[in-house]
């Protein structure tokens, strides 16, 4: 599960990114508006934590322009602007959710999921594909069973859940790529061991 945190506050942005991975999540981080509106365009995201005061922008506008392309990437606002108007225009400009600051970093991965479950595989537990049983909260993968568990490594889950969720695309193994090691894809060299890893 890839997570794009766009935020301005240096020591929030490392915090964001420290959770990001101890919760097991691929991160791609952004300390201003155009740096994340440049990763989104590059990038398809599961969930971008984004800020609304950008010194260079409005997390606003950059949610109107993620929307206006189409992109689906789930979107939950994280703001210490806690107004009722800016909850009702952030959900309406197509945010998930919006959580201010303060925050418990548990509700936050808690509502991080809840949008992953829904945007990639609209369920709200278990994700079934063939023979496959995915607990997407747990990174669970098993096979017919969740007792009969699959030993998948962080990026060899990535993969798989990311082909479960788009299996009704073509998915060209640069995009794979791409989605598993954003901006460090020319080191991907490990990327036919991984896929090959899943195949079997």
Known sequence: MKLLIIEDEPEMLKSLEDFAIEEGFTCDTAGNYWDGAERINL??????ILDINLPDGSGFDLLEALHKTDKTDGVIILSARNSLDDKIKGLGLGADDYLTKPFYFSELNARVKAIIRRKQFKTNKLVRYSNLIIEPDQY????????SKLSLTK?????????ISNHKRVLTKVSLAEYIWGDYVDEAQSFDFLFSQIKT
């Open 43 to 48: 990038y398809d995201y599961d969930c971008i």
């Open 155 to 163: 990026k060899e889950y990535a993969i798989l859940t990311h082909l």
């Open 140 to 147: 669970i993968v098993g096979v017919n069973e969740l007792e």
